[in-house]
């Protein structure tokens, strides 16, 4: 069974500019969560999508945003780009319903902002 | 919302046993999660924990005590690979989800 990918891997862009990520779950999971880890805040949650629909949001302004595709695929784009938002954006899938769940990462989009 | 604090570094021996301790404050408790991550890697899975007690899984073990709010992973028979970052992660009851809350993570360097 295939993994979590993520591309691309690495990304430049410069301020001001708008950057998509991209997520394929596992086979089968329909939950896809959305992560910011940097060295000074750690992992910090973004917001959650289960079977197209946002399902948990966390503490981030509006450029970050996101969707889920009817194939469980998730995008996430950030907006005008800030120096800040440099940082490795990881996203996650688990299969969405039960109370225990392991929440399988991929490896990661590393994002430079210039 | 959610608190969590463990130790920012730790140091043990090769062959040693060592604890890493997660305290965590919530308005909403629906389990704790370690990963492990190695420097450029994703979080790997170690544990969950719902209730109370103690989970094995061969070297790794991992404690929690609700009416404490407090989680501990145990490390025995350490080896080099092992030296890691290691997170403590809660989950929030709100929303039905999978929202999960992740401390700094607690940075291990095993020696020999």
């Known amino acids: 069974k295939a993994g979590v990918t993520q591309t691309p891997r690495y990304l430049i862009k410069t301020r001001g500019q708008q950057v998509t990520l991209s997520c394929s779950p596992i086979s089968g999971h329909r939950s896809v969560s959305w992560y910011q880890q940097t060295p000074g805040q750690g992992l910090q949650f973004l917001f959650e999508?289960?079977?197209?629909?946002?399902?948990n949001k966390g503490n981030f302004p509006g450029r970050f945003s996101g969707r889920q595709f009817s194939n469980s695929r998730s995008e996430m784009n950030v907006s005008t780009l800030e120096l800040g938002d440099s940082a490795l954006y990881l996203c996650?899938?688990?299969?969405?319903?039960?109370?225990?769940?392991?929440?399988?990462f991929g490896p990661g989009t590393r994002l430079t902002v210039l | 919302g959610q608190n969590i604090d463990q130790p920012t570094e730790m140091t043990a021996t090769e062959g040693a046993i060592v604890q890493i301790n997660c305290t965590y404050q919530t308005s909403g408790f629906n389990g704790l999660f370690w990963y492990q991550q190695h420097a450029g890697e994703a979080p790997t899975f170690l544990s969950y924990n719902v209730l109370d007690g103690l989970e094995e899984k061969g070297r790794f073990s991992s404690f929690l005590s609700r009416s404490k709010g407090y989680s501990y992973l145990l490390l025995k028979e350490l080896q080099m690979k092992d030296s890691a970052s290691y997170l403590c992660?809660?989950?929030?009851?709100?929303?039905?989800?999978?929202?999960?809350?992740f401390g700094t993570g607690t940075q291990l360097k095993v020696e020999l």
């Open positions: 992660a809660v989950r929030d009851i709100g929303g039905g989800g999978n929202k999960l809350t």
């Open positions: 999508y289960f079977s197209e629909t946002q399902r």
């Open positions: 996650a899938s688990f299969t969405g319903t039960g109370n225990y769940n392991e929440q399988f």
